[in-house]
Nanobody, 125 residues
Framework: QVQLVESGGGLVQAGGSLRLSCAAS?????????MGWFRQAPGKEREFVAT????????YYADSVKGRFTISRDNAKKTVYLQMNSLEPEDTAVYYC?????????????????WGRGTQVTVSS
């Protein structure tokens, strides 16, 4: 059974930083696995933030976070991270960790069959 558990959210002032973690279990980390981060603000659709290929560490980012956010993974701990710097009020959302076992449609929510419950990130101005 796949389980994804996020942590690290909270309240931070604009310009500050947070690091989110996602601990994964029940996944066989083959070469096609991607681990992604998405976010959903109130009244908005869930949107892609970043993703990483588990085997080779290739990363992809949404334009809105390039240069500010960094996705990484720790293979031994089966954990993926999202380092968020220079946070803006527009980054306020619930952040979700997701797993794709087939590596298809990796920039879209429908490419990820497994999801965590999310962690709230609030950036004050």
């Amino acid at each position: 059974q796949v389980q994804l558990v996020e942590s690290g959210g909270g309240l931070v002032q604009a310009g500050g930083s947070l690091r989110l973690s996602c601990a994964a279990s029940g996944i066989t980390f083959s070469s096609s696995v991607f681990m992604g981060w998405f976010r959903q603000a109130p009244g908005k659709e869930r949107e892609f933030v970043a993703t990483i290929s588990w085997s080779i560490g290739r990363t992809y980012y949404a334009d809105s976070v390039k240069g500010r956010f960094t996705i990484s993974r720790d293979n031994a701990k089966k954990t993926v991270y999202l380092q968020m710097n220079s946070l803006e009020p527009e980054d306020t959302a619930v952040y979700y960790c997701a797993a794709s076992l087939r590596g298809l449609s990796i920039n879209y929510a429908n490419g990820y069959p497994y999801w965590g419950r999310g962690t709230q990130v609030t950036v004050s101005s």
